[in-house]
Structure formats: C-alpha cells, structure tokens
C-alpha cells in the first residue's frame, strides 16, 4: 500500500501558489490540500502551479456556514460538484452543522454520494467540531445509520469536544477506524484540538494516544486491501497555533511541525508498508 502525504494551503496564505508548491515539493510532500475559490483566475493559478510541480490535489470544503437548511443543502451540492469537477485524488468536506438533525447531515451525505457516484470522486467527510461528525458518539451513529459515509479521521477535534483522550469511547473509534480514507494528522488534547508542539515531552502522552489511533486506521486499510492511503500533517497557525500575549508571536513555528510530522509518519509506516 502506497501513503501519500499532502500539505495543507492554511498558513500560508501569503506565498504564490507557484512559490507554495516549489516549497511543498522540495519539502518532499505528494501533494497539496486546499479548498478551491470559484474565481476563474485562481483556480487556474492553483491548477497550473501544481501541475508544474507535479503534485497531486485534494479539494477542501469547509465554508458550511448557513444556517438555513435548505440554503445550505444548495451551497453544499454546489461546492461538492465544484471541487468534484477539478477530479482531485479526494475532496475533504467538512459537512454540516453540529446542531443540524441527523436526519438533516445524513441529506448532505447523500449529495455527497451522488455527486462520488456521478463523478467518481471520493468525498470524505471530516470529523470536525461544529460540522455533523463533531463527536465521537454522535459519529458513530451517524455511520451506522449511513453505511456509504466515508470520514477524514482528525480526532484532535474529539479529543477537544469531549475532555479526554476518548479513553471510554473505544467503540466510536472503531466504527470511525473502520469507514476512514484519510488522515488530519494534528494531535489534540482535553482543551484544545492542537497541541503547541507535538515535539515537547510535555505532549508524549497524547501524542501517542493519536499515533495509536492512526497505526489502527493503516492497519484496517492494509487489511481491507487498500492501494493507497493518505495524510496530511494539518497543525494550523493562530488561533490553532498558540501565540504569546500583546506581540501575537507564535510559539512554534507551523511549517515546521507538519514537515516533521510528515517525516516521523513516513518513518513509521514506510519502513513495514513499501510503496
């Protein structure tokens, strides 16, 4: 099985695209994640550059923010066929609303799944707080009750929501192991879903807590046959990112993290599972 790791656009958002993906790729990533503007010009811009980088694309959605339902169904199908139409490697979707009915989120997971069937695409839905998968208990329902449903695993969110290190919720991890294609690899703790520095000792614990549950999620996808796997490193800048008071410096450095991040998990995983 292949892993393929990808760098995340947030956080750099003051670089061309061009510069972007000459510094992704010489820090030896795959490819990029990012959401896609509809400006005809940007997304040409962005298609270009990682072309001539020969990088691969995974589709980012996050902008659900209506509260109407049914304008945000609307938005939702347009963005999803959107990005689907760019025929990224997957689109990560960061789908719904924590306070949207079951009945409601599962709706936009059947647009999302017609709009994989028509366009072969792999939407995978991220568990993320304030979205429908913004906790493990509610996650797991939501996949039971919809069998097609495939997540991007970030549990640092539910480390976050529920005040723990999901040690009781053994159950929701395993159905969300089981139904996940894609990895967030931030590390979260019980009041935050992004520790300072994944490479402080003060972390250990929770650092590995998180690699527990990705060592699962690469285990049941060699399992289950998979050719490919992927993940990208995904701590973020401020207000992710811890900053000093008054001067708002950052306490760690973000591109630094991930690149780390990537070359730890390359380690881990690369040496038993040869590309």
């Not at 958002?13 to 990029?32: P, R």
Request: charged share 20%; net charge negative; glycine share 4%.
């Amino acid at each position: 099985m292949q892993i393929k790791f990808f760098c995340p656009k947030w956080g750099s958002d003051n670089i061309t695209w061009d510069a972007f993906c000459a510094k992704v790729k010489a820090a030896g990533y795959d490819g990029v994640e990012t959401p896609v503007p509809f400006d005809a010009a940007e997304q040409q811009e962005i298609i270009t550059a990682i072309k001539d980088h020969e990088l691969l694309l995974i589709g980012q959605y996050y902008q659900s923010f209506e509260k109407d339902f049914e304008a945000h169904k609307s938005s939702f199908k347009k963005y999803m066929e959107y990005l689907a139409a760019m025929q990224p490697l997957l689109i990560d979707s960061q789908t719904g609303k924590d306070y949207f009915t079951a009945a409601q989120n599962s709706e936009l997971f059947t647009i999302a799944q017609a709009v994989t069937n028509e366009t072969g695409v792999t939407i995978a839905h991220e568990t993320h707080r304030n979205k429908a998968l913004f906790a493990a208990h509610v996650t797991k329902d939501l996949l039971i009750a919809n069998p097609e449903v495939v997540i991007t695993a970030d549990f640092s969110h539910w480390c976050n929501v529920s005040e723990s290190l999901l040690e009781q919720q053994q159950e929701s991890l395993d159905v969300a192991t089981s139904r996940t294609v894609h990895i967030h690899a931030r590390v979260g703790h019980a009041e935050s879903a992004q520790v300072s520095d994944p490479r402080a000792p003060e972390w250990s614990a929770e650092v590995e807590a998180h690699l527990t549950w990705w060592d699962a999620i690469i285990d049941c996808r060699l399992k289950s046959g998979a050719q490919l796997s992927t993940i990208t490193p995904e701590f973020g800048p401020a207000p992710y990112m811890p900053a000093l008071p008054y001067t708002k410096m950052p306490v760690a450095n973000q591109w630094d993290i991930n690149v780390y991040m990537m070359g730890m998990l390359r380690a881990r995983y690369n040496l038993n599972h040869e590309e």
